[in-house]
């Protein structure tokens, strides 16, 4: 048990190493960056407790900036024509929001109008070069059927509001999309929409490991640098309250099939209450 321990220890030690070696290095050229003084930049609150982050520079054009958001950092590319366009979902609520560039400028982003009533939000957050899939079986819907809620079946605001307004049972979507490509953090969100008239319901929640899929290969499955993954879970309550946990998926033995059960396993997350 010590050797396991020591192994998720040095693995979990590698995973934030490699995932923030994108953030860290530019966070390390800050100091000799070209200053940009064209920057313009706007914040512009969205329906379900998003954001939406505009950049418009022609000086930063090709650019990595970051989007620091709490204690989290999302590296994004500045595009060609001197634009940059995020929707970012407040899973953290009100924490700080800024965008750092390259330079050492941080420039605040006001997230006034952000309306965190009557919604509940689960993140799942890590920096391994991976994928993870955040699951919602809304109500006890069998995987693959109306009701399960994932990246391949994300579900949509317009369906989300429509129920929450409608006197029926109250639902989500996948609010924030990561596939683990790309530099830096990673996230997916899952945001349910509460009715104020229900009583009862829950949705389960669960992680899936999907890059290691059905039967692992090595480097994610056995004693490999990807086998075990830790993942952050934020839980934003209705009306701004947080809750925070670590989660970490275990290591699998390679070239063997995973159980269903065992790869959807519900007890890795703990039910969300569709209460309204």
């Known amino acids: 048990q010590a050797e396991e321990e020591a192994a998720r220890q040095r693995a979990a030690a590698q995973q934030r190493e490699a995932g923030n070696a994108a953030a860290g290095q530019l966070a390390g050229r800050m100091a000799g960056g070209t200053a940009c003084r064209d920057v313009e930049l706007k914040g512009t609150p969205q329906p379900a407790a998003r954001i939406e982050i505009k950049v418009v520079s022609k000086c930063l054009a090709g650019r990595s900036v970051i989007i620091a958001y709490g ?4 590296v994004r590319k500045v595009g060609a024509d001197g634009t ?3 929707l970012l979902d407040m899973f953290e609520a009100n924490a700080p929001l800024a965008l750092k560039l390259d330079d050492g400028t941080t420039m605040n982003i ?12 689960v993140a799942v957050l890590w920096t391994a070069p991976v994928n993870l899939d955040l699951h919602a ?18 579900g949509s605001l317009e ?4 129920a929450a307004g409608s006197g029926k049972r109250a639902r989500g979507f996948i609010s924030m999309d990561d596939n683990g490509k790309g530099p830096g953090l990673h996230a997916e ?7 104020p008239a229900q009583r009862n319901g829950a949705i389960t929640l669960l992680i899936d490991y999907e890059t290691r899929g059905d039967v692992p290969e090595p480097p ?4 490999g640098e990807l086998a075990q993954i830790e993942a952050h879970v934020m839980r934003l309550r209705p009306g701004g309250g947080l809750e925070k946990e670590t989660v970490r998926l275990g290591p699998a033995p390679c070239g063997q099939k995973i159980p269903e059960a065992q ?3 519900s007890d890795t997350l703990s039910d969300l209450v569709a209460k309204g």
């Open 71 to 74: 204690n989290y950092e999302f």
């Open 84 to 86: 940059m366009t995020m």
């Open 110 to 121: 006001d997230t006034t109008g952000v309306d965190y009533s009557g919604i509940s939000k």
């Open 137 to 154: 079986h809304e109500y006890l819907a069998p995987r693959g059927t109306p009701g399960h809620v994932w990246s391949k079946a994300p």
């Open 159 to 162: 369906n989300a509001l429509q």
């Open 189 to 195: 969100v899952y945001t349910f929409l509460h009715n």
């Open 220 to 223: 994610y499955c056995g004693d």
């Open 263 to 265: 790869r959807f396993n």
